[in-house]
């Protein structure tokens, strides 16, 4: 997980941009990102699970990086960039991991799909053509207690094709 250190500003008010989208709110230190997400924005994809950061239920990019939005607190988010599940569409479309996912059936209960559909996509992000060993190691943290996780990698090795054949466009 990627650390964030950012000024600490004062004031009243917390700015940040969510899924593209400059929001302001009232600041709450001691609140968890996931609250702010859930409860101020009513954005719901990414889910309470643990509590503790460890069953990454609750992540979301952070500035592009996968966090475990449970654990980060609101303090120091001023200018930070999030994107939960709910913005990873590209160009009005779901993006190739959510799409993947959807084709394969990578969920049972779906609870675990947010997070794994952001952390997934965040690895393919960062490295478009993942070995097997590396997607593993990216879900690493990424708990689903309906054992999906033959479907999961096979989601993700999919969703690695797809985004391929998005980046050649159209033939």
Same mark, same amino acid.
């Given at each position: ?14 700015? /940040? *941009?969510?899924? &593209?989208?400059?929001?302001? !709110?009232? #600041? @709450? ?9 859930? =409860? ?47 913005? /990873? *569409?590209?160009? &009005?479309?779901?993006?190739? !991991?959510? #799409? @993947? ?9 779906? =609870? ?60």
């Amino acid at each position: 997980m990627a650390e964030r250190v950012a000024p600490l500003r004062t004031g009243r008010y917390l700015e /940040l *941009r969510v899924n &593209g989208a400059p929001v302001r !709110v009232e #600041r @709450a230190p001691e609140r968890s990102l996931l609250e702010l997400l859930r =409860f101020d924005l009513r954005l719901t994809g990414a889910k309470y699970g643990c509590g503790e950061g460890e069953c990454g239920a609750c992540t979301v990019l952070l500035d592009g990086a996968p966090v475990r939005s449970c654990q980060v607190r609101t303090v120091g988010l001023d200018g930070a960039s999030v994107v939960t599940v709910e913005g /990873l *569409r590209e160009s &009005g479309r779901l993006n190739a !991991v959510q #799409r @993947a996912f959807a084709e394969l059936g990578a969920f049972q209960c779906g =609870f675990c799909t947010p997070g794994m559909v952001v952390s997934a996509t965040a690895l393919l992000r960062a490295n478009p053509s993942p070995t097997d060993a590396e997607i593993r190691t990216a879900m690493d943290g990424n708990l689903c207690r309906c054992c999906g996780y033959t479907r999961i990698l096979a989601a993700v090795r999919r969703a690695r094709e797809l985004a391929a054949a998005d980046r050649r466009g159209p033939q």
